[in-house]
């Protein structure tokens, strides 16, 4: 947040009647790091942000680390992130069952108050099924466990024609929808189940690292219109580079 609000500190100077007279505004770079110096942030504020980061996107041991290192205190037990973590990687290796089994021994009420997502992981297990050439029993699942939730939702309902399609293809990986079988797909659903557990155990479902980072990005792009000054083009480094002027 601090980096938005120097910008846009900048942007409402640049805006003034005595800057529009000009073109662009150029800042050098002692100038825009001395700016950087003024801001003062708090290492506390600093910790908890890479915790936060650390706990919802599950690197327990990283996190149990950082917390003796600097003391800061995680707002979740970090047990159940190594739980959380298991349920992921059952979804990721395609071990559908498994996850849902994990699931409900972590919190039975996730699935029962999220339909969506557990109609997702029955999709999952669908494509699992198709991925191994277990067509009929693919047909029998379809049939039975997916069918029903279609006939209530439209949405639902396209998921399973999308899904059931593959079966018709002999090239599966080269049908219309053969992203279904793709890793990502995994992915994607791993990452579902990860978000709605964060929320069942009153966790953001989303890491605060990368928000700012986008707001970092947004502010620089709407500072490039009426200023030229030091920006961060590599958000790994984080280094300033100086504009083209």
Known sequence: MFLSRIVLRDLDSIDSPASMATSKKVVTRDEWERKLRDVK???EDMNRLVMNFLV???????????RVESGT???????????????????????VQEAIEKINDLNPTILDTNPELYFHLQQQKLI?????GKINEALEFAQEELAPRGEENQAFLEEIEKTVALLVFEDVKNCPYGELLDVSQRLKTASEVNAAILTSQSHEKDPKLPSLLKMLIWTQNQLNEKAAYPRINNLSTAALEDPAI
Do not use: Y
């Open 41 to 43: 942030i708090r290492k």
């Open 128 to 132: 699992e099924l198709i991925r191994v």
């Open 73 to 95: 205190q995680p707002d979740i037990d970090l047990a159940t992130i190594t739980d959380r973590m298991e349920v992921k990687k059952a979804v990721q290796s395609g071990n």
């Open 56 to 66: 919802t996107e599950g690197f327990v041991d990283a996190a149990d680390k950082f």
